[in-house]
């Protein structure tokens, strides 16, 4: 073994072997990269949560890890912002939701709520690690004000309940008239509302055609 340097693994071994040398301790394996990413990824978003609590997610992965951060939403009672927080939670579908929850109706699992919203199954699941079914307590009807009835609503009305100034509110009433507004996505891209203006009027509304008008007896066509 002369010449030779006392840590080469040979020379090792061989006192190992004879008893000369303690055996190595086993080496710890190596971390995963994408175990090492995912941590990364989850404690940056944490970073943003801390300094914003109403941080909108943005794809699949970010809702696994507020999962893993211990946010949770409660399907039958969240509220509308919450469910704006949830990656392609559009507007429109939140507006269904907050009207249904209203409405008395309750959801226990997935399949239940992707029919309730006319979207595919495939975008629940995106959802479901932080989905919570569980049941309220009291109805969410029994906490909010009564909707506004969009398409019979007068003019005072309108403005009182949803400040709309002169122009947008004559906007609102001339397309009333041309045909009842059918929902929130309906509304919006009429009147051209902005994405935040939308939002704050999710909930807010019922879309019951306007009723036809009573004719006096002089003017109703003969049987």
């Known amino acids: 073994m002369a010449g030779r340097h006392w840590l080469d693994p040979l020379a090792r071994r061989l006192l190992v072997a004879t008893g000369q040398l303690p ?15 995912e941590a990364v990824e989850r404690e940056l978003l944490a970073l943003k949560l801390a300094h914003n609590p109403d941080l909108r997610l943005r794809d699949a992965a970010e809702v696994r890890h507020a999962a893993a951060l211990g946010w949770t939403l409660e399907v039958n009672v969240a509220a509308a912002g919450d469910w704006l927080r949830l990656p392609g939670c559009r507007p429109d579908l939140v507006d269904r939701l907050i009207r249904l929850q209203r409405d008395g109706t309750q959801w226990r699992g997935p399949g239940e709520l992707a029919g309730a919203l006319q979207i595919p199954p495939e975008q629940v699941l995106i959802w479901l690690p932080v989905l919570r079914f569980a049941r309220p307590a009291e109805p969410a009807s029994a906490q909010a004000p009564a909707p506004l009835a969009i398409n019979q609503a007068s003019e005072g009305l309108l403005r009182e309940r949803l400040g709309l100034g002169p122009e947008r509110c004559r906007r609102l009433l001339l397309e009333r008239a041309r045909e ?21 009027w999710i909930g807010r509304f019922r879309y019951a055609a306007a009723p036809e008008p009573v004719l006096p007896p002089s003017r109703r066509p003969a049987p």
């Not at 971390?31 to 090492?36: F, H």
């Not at 009842?180 to 704050?200: G, I, K, N, S, V």
Request: aromatic fraction near 2%.
């Open 23 to 37: 055996p190595s301790p086993p080496a710890a394996p190596a971390p995963l990269a994408g175990g090492d990413d």
């Open 180 to 200: 009842p507004f059918r929902d929130l996505a309906d509304l919006q891209q009429r009147l051209q509302l902005p994405a935040d203006q939308a939002e704050r």
